[in-house]
């Protein structure tokens, strides 16, 4: 079974005159599935969560008869600023889900290809651009965390001016020194904001704990 996949490959790779590599590749990113989108929470999705604890307690469980049915009388039965406070908790709890879904990819060879694909994709906007509104680009991509090479891409006309003109060159080592300073003030900033947070919440337990004692003694 093996030895028939190369050879079809290698086949292919002749009548195209391609790398039999690059058609693997190829071949490996169309089987590989689309990364699943995550399901947006409803305002019902929060009420189901809240009508549950309140209903937990009385005995009832997912084998109640008419269980889903009497919760969603339940949500019918709401008036419209409950229903509107439900919505608004949906709403922050899928931003922070967006939020944290955006994150630093830790491992070299995945960043690397997440990294070509939005240049890809990216390429395919300035190329459109360049059509729709006449208009050239040239981008200058650094690493802010010292990792992985300097790039640059735009369109054809931009990336042939960037190949031409050396001032470009003197432009990387600044841009990546600000680009490092800029990012270890970034993670500096929220490692203060977080010691911040947790010193006033200790500080407020402490006065908390200061006023009950203090209302103990009171005659």
């Known amino acids: 079974m093996r030895l028939n996949h190369e050879a079809e490959i290698n086949t292919l790779s002749k009548q195209l005159n391609l790398n039999p590599e690059f058609i693997k590749n190829i071949m490996k990113y169309q089987r590989e599935h689309a990364p699943r989108k995550k399901r ?58 967006e939020l944290n879904s955006t994150k630093y990819i830790e491992n070299a060879k995945s960043r690397l290809v997440v990294l070509n694909k939005g240049i890809h994709d990216v390429r395919k906007i300035f190329g459109t651009l360049q059509i729709m509104c006449g208009i050239e680009f040239i981008t200058l991509a650094v690493s802010n965390r010292n990792e992985l090479q ?34 270890n003030e970034y993670i500096g900033i929220f490692d203060k904001v977080e010691k911040s947070f947790v010193q006033n919440k200790d500080s407020l337990l402490k006065i908390s704990d200061k006023k009950n004692v203090e209302s103990s003694f009171i005659p």
Not at 57 to 65: C, E, K
Not at 178 to 183: D, G
């Open 40 to 97: 947006k929470i409803s305002a019902y999705n929060v009420f189901q969560t809240d009508w549950w604890e309140i209903k937990k307690p009385d005995g009832y469980n997912l084998s109640t008869a008419n269980i889903q049915k009497m919760c969603s009388d339940d949500w019918k039965n709401l008036d419209k600023e409950d229903c509107q406070t439900y919505q608004e908790k949906a709403n922050e709890i899928s931003n922070n889900q």
């Open 150 to 183: 300097c790039n640059y891409f735009g369109t054809n006309t931009g990336e042939e001016f960037y190949r031409k003109s050396s001032k470009f060159q003197d432009f990387i080592t600044p841009f990546r020194s600000l680009s490092i300073v800029k990012h």
